[in-house]
């Protein structure tokens, strides 16, 4: 893929993206060259969705890169992302809520994190249901190195549009919901991060400030 298709590319989704929405740029799967090749477009916020390929990647590729993690994280890999990520968007229970404070109380730092919901319901998907939305926070107030940032979800696999809608719609309740009832040192709610190459227009509908777009990114 050339890097003249990745910059078109880019250009294109910018144009449909308020300038208060952030692009990530999802580069799973991509070789160093083409991810050095979206930062060279001027997408400096780069998901990864494997501990393994990110870390393969983070010293190689150059510029003001802000990595996300928006994969499945596992507990026995956290330690690995200490002090190198901006953000990890997929904390889906409170094991790993905990793990990533013990990781990050070992190593000195602060970890952003997103709470992760499954708002969709589905098998497939990761996350918190709605309903178990305070005992999360609670749980959030005894972690002193996490820094909550925001609510991020996976839209429903489905094409019918009104289905994707209400899922975000929901995500953006219980967003400002949380927002308006837990205040803390380590609970600064700033993000939502829905909406992907399929879905993101519906999801900036929907009051998303973080969108993940990859395929659209490489598509020919």
Same mark, same amino acid.
């Given at each position: ?90 904390? &889906?229970?409170?094991? #790993?809520?905990? !793990? +990533? /404070? %013990? =990781? ?5 730092? *602060?970890?952003?994190? @997103? ?54 719609? &929901?995500?953006?309740? #219980?967003?400002? !919901? +949380? /927002? %308006? =009832? ?5 609970? *600064?709610?700033?993000? @939502? ?28």
């Amino acid at each position: 893929m050339t890097e003249n298709v990745i910059a078109e590319n880019i250009a294109a989704i910018k144009k449909d993206i308020p300038e208060n929405v952030t692009l990530v740029g999802v580069t799973k799967h991509r070789s160093v060259e083409e991810t050095q090749a979206v930062v060279d477009a001027g997408v400096y916020d780069l998901g990864e969705n494997k501990v393994q390929e990110f870390l393969a990647k983070v010293d190689e590729v150059k510029g003001p890169v802000r990595w996300h993690f928006i994969g499945h994280l596992q507990r026995n890999k956290v330690k690995y992302l200490m002090g190198k990520v901006s953000l990890i968007h997929s904390v &889906h229970s409170v094991p #790993l809520l905990k !793990t +990533i /404070e %013990k =990781e990050s109380a070992k190593h000195g730092v *602060k970890t952003n994190v @997103l709470i992760q919901f499954n708002l969709a319901k589905e098998d497939s998907k990761s996350g918190f249901m709605a309903e178990e939305y305070e005992m999360v926070m609670e749980e959030v107030g005894n972690c002193p190195h996490l820094e909550v940032q925001g609510l991020m979800c996976i839209g429903p696999m489905t094409k019918k549009s009104d289905e994707i809608h209400k899922v975000f719609k &929901h995500l953006k309740e #219980l967003y400002d !919901t +949380i /927002e %308006k =009832e837990y205040h803390g040192e380590n609970i *600064k709610m700033q993000y @939502l991060s829905m909406g992907m190459t399929d879905d993101y227009p519906i999801a900036i509908e929907e009051g998303a400030t973080i969108v993940r777009i990859g395929r659209k990114i490489f598509n020919r």
